[in-house]
């Protein structure tokens, strides 16, 4: 839970202090959802989902926001590590929680 707190906080950091790197930071990112690895795959998307929520500058966030969306969905879905699962879904959370209801 702590290792949660700290990604969360370092996301907001790097979002308020290097916002022009954001590009770069879920380019690495998605590249990790494809290790061999399931705790790189878990905490990638983690991490993925953190900064983009994160994200004040909708610019990054349009370009990223399908690719990490199908990826995180693909992982919850397809993957048979739990912790992978559990990770993308709580990615997934933070995602779907800045998107405004339908009316």
Not at 28 to 44: G, K, Y
Not at 72 to 100: H, N
Request: proline fraction near 6%; include cysteine.
């Amino acid at each position: 839970l702590k290792y949660n707190d700290f990604l969360q906080d370092i996301t907001r950091h790097l979002a308020s202090q290097f916002p022009d790197h954001t590009d770069i930071y879920m380019t690495a990112a998605l590249q990790a959802f494809e290790s061999q690895w399931p705790v790189v795959q878990a905490n990638a998307a983690y991490f993925s989902g953190c900064l983009q929520s994160q994200l004040s500058d909708k610019k990054p966030i349009a370009v990223f926001l399908p690719q990490v969306t199908s990826a995180l969905v693909r992982m919850t879905a397809g993957t048979s590590s739990a912790v992978v699962r559990a990770k993308s879904a709580a990615a997934l959370s933070f995602l779907l929680r800045d998107i405004p209801p339908l009316s």
